[in-house]
């Protein structure tokens, strides 16, 4: 069975300071990865997604995500937070093989003050 | 750039009633989806549907469930007898193949369903 775990359920910066995201993943092989956004009352965004190659991932608004197979982890950067930022962030795995569903972590509230 | 529309933003229903969501996938798309995120929990998987057919379905899409798409363009999920347990967003989303594939799933704005 595929999992993810996102370990903190906000994370508070400073605007201009650099933000993290951390994601980890529990799956059979290596995995495909995903990071999603939501704004508040709005639909889930994709920011950006792994799925072979290079570990640093490049996606929307600036964010970046760096594969650690080691590490089973996928966690979200962005050298430079926005106030606009804030928002819920989604990490979720998706199979490999045969199947079709994203699992999802919990959510990690982001709040980017001024 | 092509988006997934669904219906309605909101409906409240009472216990019991009979409910249909309607979405419009992305229009190449072939895998479509709905998912559930009760209030303040993470995204749930439902359903998944590709070929006129479920390809997979999770534990929480039993007999009160069903998925269906009518004509070449909506898909529509139906709760035949809805339950306060079942208040929640419902996404439906799409992508051009399957996730298994490493595709990406686009999602819509949410249907937000409460049962009085």
């Known amino acids: 069975a595929q999992s993810v775990a996102q370990p903190e359920d906000q994370v508070n910066v400073a605007e201009g300071n650099p933000l993290t995201v951390k994601c980890t993943y529990s799956?059979?092989?290596?995995?495909?990865l995903f990071w999603y956004v939501q704004y508040p009352n709005r639909g889930l965004q994709f920011l950006l997604k792994?799925?072979?190659?290079?570990?640093l991932v490049k996606g929307s608004y600036g964010f970046e995500a760096e594969f650690n197979k080691s590490q089973t982890s996928f966690h979200l950067k962005k050298p430079s937070a926005l106030v606009s930022d804030s928002a819920l962030y989604f990490c979720?795995?998706?199979?490999?093989?045969?199947?079709?569903?994203?699992?999802f972590g919990g959510g990690t509230r982001v709040l980017v003050k001024p | 750039e092509p988006e997934v529309t669904q219906t309605p933003s909101h409906q409240v229903t009472q216990m019991g009633q009979e409910v249909i969501l309607r979405c419009v996938p992305i229009?190449?798309?072939?895998?479509f989806y709905w998912y559930r995120q009760i209030l303040g929990q993470k995204v749930e998987f439902l359903v998944s549907?590709?070929?006129?057919?479920?390809s997979e379905k999770s534990e929480i899409f039993d007999d009160q469930f069903s998925v269906e798409r009518p004509d070449g363009s909506n898909f529509t999920l139906k709760i035949r007898s809805t339950k306060l347990e079942d208040s929640a967003m419902y996404f439906c989303?799409?992508?051009?193949w399957g996730v298994g594939s490493g595709n990406t799933i686009y999602f819509g704005e949410g249907s937000w369903l409460t049962v009085v």
């Open positions: 989303a799409s992508s051009e």
């Open positions: 799956v059979s092989g290596n995995p495909y």
């Open positions: 792994y799925i072979t190659g290079d570990n």
């Open positions: 979720a795995v998706g199979p490999k093989a045969a199947g079709n569903k994203l699992t």
């Open positions: 229009s190449n798309h072939l895998y």
């Open positions: 549907f590709y070929n006129n057919e479920i």
